[in-house]
Every structure is written in C-alpha cells, then in structure tokens.
C-alpha cells in the first residue's frame, strides 16, 4: 500500500514541519511575553535540525516523486527528471515554495533567532505546501483550504506536546502549570478545526455517494485507524487537563505528566505514518 520511499518521505516533511511550526508558536499561546524569546533559544537546535530534515526531504521526495510519477529507477533520475517535476503547475511550485521557506527558516534560526513571527509564518508557508502533495490538490479550492487548515491544526498540536516535554527539563513546577493551563482553550479549537477540516476533506476525498466497496477498502481501514489514534490522543489530553495538570499544580511528581505527554506525541506519529500512506490509497476498493 502507496510507495515506501514516498511514504517515508512524507513521514518526514509532515512530522519535520508540523513540529517546526507547532514548536515556532508555542511560546506565543502558552507562555508569558517575557518568555518567549528565551524559549525559542532553548528550542534552536531541535528547530535547525527539524528544518533541516525537512529541506533534505523535500529534495529527496523529488527523486522519489520523479521516478515515481515517470516510471524510472531512482538511479536513472537526473536533473531533466527533476525539472519535468518542478514544471509541473501546482505541485512544482509547492516544492519550490517549500524549499525557499525552509531556507529562509534556517538562515534566520542561524542568523536571526528574535524573528519569531518570521521564523513561524515561513515554517506555516513550508508546512501548507504539503496540501499539494495529495488528495488536496485534486479536489478544488475547498478541500485545499481544508488540508491547509488541518495541516497547520495538526502542527499545532504535535508542536505543544514537544514544547511541554522540553519544558520539563528546565521549567519549575509552576510555570509548567502555568503553561499547560494556558493550552486548554487553544487545545479545544485545535480539535475542533482537526475534526471539521477532517470531515470535509475525508467526504471530498471518498466523493458522495460513496464508492461501491468503500466499507472494505484499504482506504477506509487506513482511515478507522487514523481515527482510532486520534482518539486516543483527545482521551490523554483531557486526562492532563483534568487529571495530571491539576495534580501537578498540587505538587504531585511529573513522571506520569512525562509518560502520558511522551505517549501522545508518539499516538501522534503513529497518524503521520497513516496519513503519509492514505495520500497515496484510494478511497475505492
């Protein structure tokens, strides 16, 4: 199901640039103003290498992507292959776009650590170039804005719980308090955009009616997984809003908090995994 190569590839750029984008705005909706910055710096390494795994992707996914879409080895491909991919309206300048913005995210992560709105607006423009890398692109401008949406939703997400789990490392007990319970009403539009963006994209995907066989697809167990895993990251977040954030504000250990933040972001993985095979699957048995 879909190709490993691909699949790999689209592991890494949905994983690198989600993180980098969810890890950019982090400080701007769960820390206080004075605090940002010298987050951002504490977090520099983990961003560089991120952005940089995602502009290596990127060029890797041309070669997998060119031998793909031409029929070719990957040994057989050449820049004239790479080319005939760049040309290509949509999806060519995707690339390119992308591309542009990790370099320009690395150079100002290098060069110019205080420009955060810069630094989170080009890790959004890389990370919304992944809509054209699948079904998005193939169902008009609705079900772009709603890939684009869910993309930068998800990023959202994945980036918080990094920025918690590095935050225990350095951050006392209460600002960590603090800062998880800043997240609760921005946690609940995340999921609430992830949900409505989902729907609308699986409904254009699968088309209406459904196609004979969808029950039984490939596609549509891909799917219940997907959702199953979701699940499971909505159950362990209301147990750290409900549960282990105001025990830890109690004074209790945050070796659980640690465990069940570890836990989710790896829940979170395993639905990149899914998504990067669902763009290559049919909806149709």
């Known amino acids: 199901m879909g190709d490993p190569g691909l699949t790999a590839v689209r592991f890494l750029l949905y994983a690198a640039l989600g993180l980098s984008f969810g890890l950019l705005l982090f400080p701007m909706h769960a820390l206080p103003a004075g605090s940002r910055d010298r987050a951002v710096r504490r977090a520099r390494p983990l961003l560089v290498l991120l952005a940089a795994t995602g502009l290596l992707a990127s060029l890797?996914?041309?070669?997998?992507?060119?031998?793909?879409?031409?029929?070719?080895?990957?040994?057989?491909?050449?820049?004239?292959?790479?080319?005939?991919?760049?040309?290509?309206?949509?999806?060519?300048?995707?690339?390119?776009?992308?591309?542009?913005?990790?370099?320009?995210?690395?150079?100002?992560?290098?060069?110019?650590?205080?420009?955060?709105?810069?630094?989170?607006?080009?890790?959004?423009?890389?990370?919304?170039?992944?809509?054209?890398?699948?079904?998005?692109?193939?169902?008009?401008?609705?079900?772009?804005?709603?890939?684009?949406?869910?993309?930068?939703?998800?990023?959202?997400?994945?980036?918080?719980?990094?920025?918690?789990?590095?935050?225990?490392?350095?951050?006392?007990?209460?600002?960590?308090?603090?800062?998880?319970?800043?997240?609760?009403?921005?946690?609940?539009?995340?999921?609430?955009?992830?949900?409505?963006?989902?729907?609308?994209?699986?409904?254009?995907?699968?088309?209406?009616?459904?196609?004979?066989?969808?029950?039984?697809?490939?596609?549509?167990m891909l799917l219940a997984l997907k959702l199953a895993l979701f699940a499971g990251m909505m159950g362990l977040a209301a147990l750290h809003r409900f549960r282990l954030v105001p025990a830890l504000a109690a004074g209790e250990r945050v070796n659980s908090l640690r465990f069940s933040l570890a836990t989710e972001l790896a829940l979170g993985c395993g639905v990149l995994i899914l998504v990067s095979i669902l763009g290559q699957v049919s909806p149709a048995a």
Do not use: C, K
Not at 170 to 178: F, I, K, P, Q
């Open 60 to 220: 890797a996914g041309l070669a997998v992507l060119a031998g793909g879409m031409l029929g070719l080895p990957l040994s057989q491909v050449g820049l004239d292959e790479i080319a005939t991919i760049l040309a290509l309206p949509g999806l060519g300048t995707s690339i390119v776009v992308r591309i542009a913005a990790l370099a320009l995210l690395v150079a100002l992560l290098l060069l110019a650590p205080g420009r955060r709105w810069m630094m989170a607006l080009s890790a959004g423009v890389a990370l919304s170039s992944l809509a054209w890398a699948g079904h998005g692109a193939s169902g008009g401008r609705l079900h772009l804005a709603a890939t684009v949406l869910h993309l930068l939703a998800a990023g959202l997400w994945l980036g918080a719980i990094a920025g918690y789990l590095l935050m225990m490392r350095y951050a006392g007990r209460d600002e960590l308090a603090a800062a998880l319970g800043r997240f609760a009403g921005t946690g609940g539009v995340i999921v609430g955009l992830l949900l409505v963006s989902g729907a609308v994209n699986a409904l254009m995907i699968a088309g209406w009616p459904l196609p004979a066989g969808f029950l039984g697809s490939p596609w549509t």
